[in-house]
């Protein structure tokens, strides 16, 4: 089993619904989670961290830990065409290392 | 607001050349990565370091060195640019918890 692991999709939601990103993570990483934002052809962009079972909210966004399924969610509320973009899902391994997933792209359609 | 620059957006290199790709953060932080990034492949990381003079081999060293001579600046090094190479390279810097990217260099080898 890979370390993070993410489907790459894509997701498509209408504008205005509720996009769902999904991950799950293997007992070789630690329980801190990070989701980051990369626009095609620029860098990732730091948009959630999460360290603690239950949800963490921030604006729109959600993100969600659930320690028992190895599972970390986030969920965009009233999407917007401006958060098309791949999100990555991405936790510290036990070597300190943060490990990346390969990334979900989200189309949300006007 | 952390910053990360790389020195170059886009960069034409021939085959067999020396490169050097350039990051300076400004934060004063500890930690620094050099990662690429492919399509399907996701973010592999190349080389990283926890303090000056020092650095570890990531997932992918062969081809690449690094050199982090001040505390700001860690370098990434193409010893003899192939065209397997042509990527996407982007650093990163952290404290404590997560990474802050810089906005990345785009490499062809021809």
């Known amino acids: 089993q890979k370390e993070v692991e993410q489907n790459s999709g894509p997701l498509s939601v209408p504008e205005g619904a509720i996009a769902s990103l999904n991950c799950t993570y293997s007992?070789?990483?630690?329980?801190?989670f990070f989701w980051y934002r990369q626009y095609s052809g620029k860098s990732p962009e730091l948009i959630m961290s999460?360290?603690?079972?239950g949800d963490k909210e921030d604006g729109r966004f959600t993100a969600q830990l659930n320690k028992a399924s190895q599972y970390v969610s986030l969920l965009i509320r009233d999407s917007q065409p401006s958060d098309s973009a791949t999100y990555l899902c991405?936790?510290?391994?036990?070597?300190?290392?943060?490990?990346f997933g390969q990334g979900t792209e989200l189309s949300v359609k006007p | 607001d952390v910053k990360v620059t790389q020195s170059s957006r886009y960069l034409v290199k021939r085959t067999g050349e020396k490169v050097f790709l350039e990051c300076v953060q400004d934060?004063?932080?500890?930690?620094m990565f050099w990662y690429r990034q492919d399509p399907g492949l996701g973010l592999r990381l190349i080389y990283f370091?926890?303090?000056?003079?020092?650095?570890e081999k990531g997932d992918i060293p062969e081809g690449y060195s690094v050199s982090r001579e001040k505390k700001e600046r860690f370098s990434l090094i193409l010893e003899s640019a192939s065209t397997n190479q042509t990527s996407m390279y982007l650093c990163?810097?952290?404290?404590?918890?997560?990474?802050?990217f810089g906005s990345g260099t785009r490499l062809t080898v021809v």
């Open positions: 990163a810097s952290s404290l404590h918890y997560g990474y802050t």
């Open positions: 007992d070789r990483v630690s329980q801190s």
């Open positions: 999460i360290y603690s079972n």
């Open positions: 991405a936790g510290y391994n036990q070597g300190g290392k943060l490990i």
């Open positions: 934060m004063d932080h500890e930690n």
């Open positions: 370091s926890y303090d000056v003079k020092m650095k």
